[in-house]
């Protein structure tokens, strides 16, 4: 019988999410009743939290908006309200805004509108006055930070995350819903090399964290070592799909045709294989 080294080693083996600037202009997203159309339209898709970033300046709080921070796709709404003593001169009657988005180096790019405001028409807003509610659609835009550039000279910035993508539910073969009798099987083992490590993997239904106990021996007697004490264990990883895995390393130190043979613990649900090992 042919001599194997059985030193063999059992392998192992994942979030984070990052808020990233990015740069440019795009088009244009959907605008819902700017300050255009002074009439108040109905919207559902609001921001689902709360939160303040810091801001350009004092009158930046002039900028009502139920949060600073919005995930992409909601609709971003506000109004502006002067908390002031002084009257506020606004560009174009009524007043409209754009939108800028910052660059990485820092500077701001147009988003949206035309970023020169109307000054052909000049109109004022008085002390606890309020324009009309302007809206708009952020779906399509890049995760960063962006600003309101409102034409009755104010300002305030909100930013845009992108949500995690949720992984679609796995879907299982309909063959594996009906398994009931545990079973073990063993990977193709193609031709493997004397002194290099071979690494054997396989399936099993057997449940996840249970031994197994293996053993590999010539081929030409295996009367000699199947079911003998000497064997070694591996553990059964989890898998998907009712079907879990197994692995086993080593390295055997003579050319020749070999078996594997595992088992579970009871030596109830057996597998086996044959491969081969070449000269280097």
């Known amino acids: 019988m042919k001599q194997i080294n059985h030193s063999w080693l059992l392998s192992v083996i994942f979030l984070a999410m990052a808020l990233a600037i990015t740069a440019g202009c795009t088009a244009p997203a959907e605008t819902i009743n700017t300050s255009e159309n002074t009439t108040s339209v109905p919207v559902t898709i609001t921001s689902s939290y709360r939160a303040t970033i810091n801001q350009p300046d004092a009158l930046s709080g002039y900028v009502k908006m139920d949060t600073d921070i919005y995930n992409i796709g909601e609709v971003v709404e506000f109004t502006v309200t002067n908390d002031g003593h002084s009257t506020l001169s606004c560009a174009g009657d009524p007043p409209s805004f754009s939108v800028t988005s910052q660059t990485p180096g820092g500077s701001w790019a147009t988003k949206m509108g035309s970023g020169e405001p109307n000054r052909t028409t000049l109109t ?59 079973a073990i099987s063993i990977d193709p083992i193609g031709d493997q090399y004397v002194n290099r490590l071979v690494a054997i ?56 045709d070999y078996v594997i043979w595992i088992s579970d613990s009871g030596r109830n649900t057996t597998a086996i294989r044959r491969f081969t090992v070449l000269p280097e």
């Open 124 to 182: 004022t807003l008085g002390p606890g006055e309020s324009t009309p509610r302007n809206a708009f659609v952020t779906t399509g835009w890049e995760p960063g930070r962006y600003r309101i550039v409102h034409d009755c000279g104010v300002e305030h910035e909100f930013l845009l995350r992108a949500l995690p993508v949720t992984p679609a539910p796995e879907v299982c073969p309909e063959n594996n819903a009906t398994i009931t009798d545990p």
């Open 201 to 256: 993997h396989g399936t099993t239904t057997l449940p996840a964290s249970e031994e197994l106990k293996y053993s590999i021996f010539p081929a030409s007697s295996p009367e000699e070592t199947q079911g003998t004490s000497d064997y070694f264990t591996t553990i059964v990883q989890e898998g998907s799909c009712g079907e879990n895995t197994w692995s086993a390393e080593g390295v055997i130190m003579e050319t020749g």
